[in-house]
């Protein structure tokens, strides 16, 4: 069976990439296509897919001439939100979009959208084509995903989003401007596809007042499952941090930068963490907007001699893997500790959410700043065995990541062939 992947960005790829591998291990084929920055032709993950023998990857330049492409992007920028945000130029882009209606996009989106089709699966109706969850903020504008899903849908092809992430709050009202609890429009895009797939119940009911049950399906999930676990550790590139012989490691995640965070008393954390001898700890700012976040700007933290701020060449499983600790501001990336039982501290006090973490295990709660410190002293006296309550911790596993068991890779190519036929 053959099947069509669109990769975005790091977090699809960090998601689907899994799923492709056992697709193909199953004994199928598929066509890979990068559809953001050319720069994650690069990635370890999909280098990994490019040695795999069925898979096929490419990134949207090597596939049409320089001038289609240019003016694919340049069509694609004309709609996509960010562009938009920035003052004049925004408006300038918004005027030019509205003179070049989409009937005069419609030719290029199905002039290059039937080329990927008939690349890969060559007149066949046999086949499934697959997004990730894409949303009306993407990079990547949904006017031209609708055009690729209604052509694939002609050509007698089925097409699914599979996920890009998970859910890291358990409450709603998490974003700057957000004061009314009601269904997200953000995620009504998924109405387009034949099926949506969720790692679990929490990131379901986003999608639940748009889309009928049946278009629904529940699956677990394909990045932290226990079986991709052991694969990906086989395939990161080697970690550029160092262990030195300091008594304690500290990581720091941060949530992207349009989530609500108290940046002040982060600031304060930081640098009472950073008064403890023989701590270190390493802040890591969010994949795409660290730059918009006021903390890794501080002189005063840049300046503390055991803080550092990560770049985005060091990744987040280097990270964790040298860690001893973690404390999170609600990021999914931290349920891959969690699968190890390597201590997150859920540091809900900092930002306007409840946390998954914290709301499935709540030992991990950091309710105020002397629990920070209580903490971070406890852990130099005595140690990190016994600091999750196990039950809780197999019931965030039950729930959250292996829905309803760890065969989750095994369910997501059952139902990827189902669509295939």
Avoid at 261 to 270: K, L, S
Wanted: some cysteine.
């Amino acid at each position: 069976m053959k099947a069509l992947f669109f990769l975005r960005h790091y977090n699809d790829i960090d998601h689907v990439t899994p799923v492709i591998y056992k697709w193909i291990q199953s004994g199928h084929q598929c066509d890979v296509v990068l559809i953001g920055s050319p720069k994650f032709r690069r990635d370890f993950r999909v280098q990994y897919l490019s040695q795999l023998k069925g898979v096929r990857v490419a990134h949207m330049q090597e596939l049409f001439s320089w001038l289609e492409y240019l003016r694919w992007r340049l069509q694609m920028l004309l709609l996509t939100r960010n562009v938009r945000r920035i003052n004049i130029i925004g408006n300038l882009v918004a005027a030019l979009a509205e003179r070049y209606d989409e009937k005069k996009r419609e030719p290029l989106w199905s002039r290059t959208a039937d080329f990927l089709l008939e690349r890969c699966f060559a007149g066949s109706s046999e086949g499934v084509v697959a997004f990730d969850w894409v949303e009306r903020n993407s990079v990547i504008c949904v006017e031209w995903v609708e055009v690729v899903v209604a052509l694939a849908k002609k050509r007698g092809l089925k097409v699914v989003s599979l996920p890009h992430g998970d859910s890291p709050h358990a409450s709603q009202l998490i974003r700057r401007g957000e004061r009314r609890v009601m269904p997200d429009t953000l995620f009504s895009t998924a109405e387009i596809f034949d099926k949506l797939v969720v790692p679990n119940e929490l990131c379901a009911i986003r999608f639940r007042p748009f889309l009928p049950e049946e278009k629904i399906a529940v699956l677990g999930s394909p990045r932290y499952c226990e079986e991709w676990l052991g694969i990906l550790s086989g395939l990161m590139p080697p970690t550029p941090l160092v262990r030195s012989n300091s008594r304690l490691k500290i990581v720091m995640f941060l949530r992207k930068a349009n989530f609500t965070t108290f940046w002040e008393e982060v600031g304060e954390v930081v640098h009472m963490i950073a008064e403890f001898p023989d701590v270190e700890l390493i802040i890591k700012p969010h994949t795409r907007s660290g730059w918009k976040q006021s903390l890794t700007t501080d002189s005063s933290i840049r300046k503390l001699p055991n803080v550092r701020i990560a770049d985005d060449n060091i990744h987040s499983v280097h990270l964790m893997n040298w860690s001893d600790v973690i404390i999170d501001l609600a990021t999914s990336v931290v349920f891959e500790a969690v699968r190890v039982k390597k201590p997150v501290l859920a540091a809900d006090y900092l930002i306007a959410a409840r946390s998954t973490v914290a709301y499935y295990m709540p030992e991990t709660e950091l309710k105020c700043r002397d629990d920070v410190y209580e903490r971070i002293d406890g852990f130099l006296k005595n140690g990190f065995d016994s600091f999750y309550v196990e039950e809780n911790r197999q019931h965030f596993l039950r729930e959250m990541l292996d829905v309803p068991d760890g065969n989750v890779l095994a369910r997501f190519v059952t139902l990827l062939e189902e669509l295939s036929q």
